[in-house]
């Protein structure tokens, strides 16, 4: 009879047998433990077996199997998409110029990156990245210019209407 940890109820498992512990989520596989995932799949092994064998997740293994079925390869497949045209120093350089004056236009801006950092970008790419920060070109709300003529002719007129109701 085997007496090993897979035959063992769940809460009776040691430590290192836990699946939190078997593998970060952000991990990627090496193409040494993807082989083996395979090979256990085409000799009928279950994804159960396989996950406890490699000591990999159940989704991992499922997620490897999947993959090999549909593309017939398990190789990383490059990423889906354009790359960034901004780095994170690109980004940082970018946040801080604006920080440094709000009135700058895109142009500006995108020829400061260029003698700074060496980025070639165009104005709307600029703008672009801004708006991800958060940063958005608004103009400031009109507001009535309050002279000291004008603030003494409206202080009673607001007196008179303190009390007002609709």
Known sequence: MDTGVYNQPLGMQTASTNIGERMCRSQELSDSKRGPVIGGHLGNKSIRDISWLLNIPRSAVSGIITKWKQLGTTATQPPSGRPCHMTGRGQHMLKRTVRRSRQLSAESI????????????????????????????????????????????RMPWCKARRHWTL
């Not at 990156?113 to 991800?132: A, N, Y």
């Not at 709300?141 to 002719?153: L, V």
């Open 110 to 153: 995108a020829k400061d990156l260029q003698t700074w950092c060496g980025l070639q970008m165009s104005p709307t790419t600029v703008r672009r990245e801004l708006h991800g920060m958060g940063f958005h070109g608004r103009a400031a709300a009109s507001k009535p210019s309050i002279t000291k003529c004008n603030a003494k002719r």
